[in-house]
């Protein structure tokens, strides 16, 4: 579960994944959710850019996560996108 317990444990499993296999999308998506919950835009839109690049079909949840917390919506039921 990616909850706020759990942020710096899920990071670190998403980079893993990521360093292990670059081209893993789910790990771009997962993670670039993870960023939104924690407020860092900058990064998950980072996230989202790959995504794009590696399976697009899976950039619309990032992107409303992402235009949700840029719109200073509540960014705490953000996972649902993918759920």
């Known amino acids: 579960m990616q909850g706020s317990q759990n942020f710096a444990a ?39 850019q790959r995504l794009l690049q590696l399976d697009a079909r899976l950039a619309p949840g990032l992107q409303r996560a992402i235009d949700a917390g840029a719109a200073g919506e509540d960014r705490s039921g953000v996972t649902g996108q993918y759920e």
Do not use: E
């Open 10 to 48: 899920s990071l670190a499993h998403y980079d893993r994944a990521i360093a292990l296999k670059p081209t893993l999308a789910q790990a771009y998506a997962y993670r670039g959710m993870l960023f939104v919950q924690q407020g860092d835009l900058p990064r998950a839109r980072a996230d989202l």
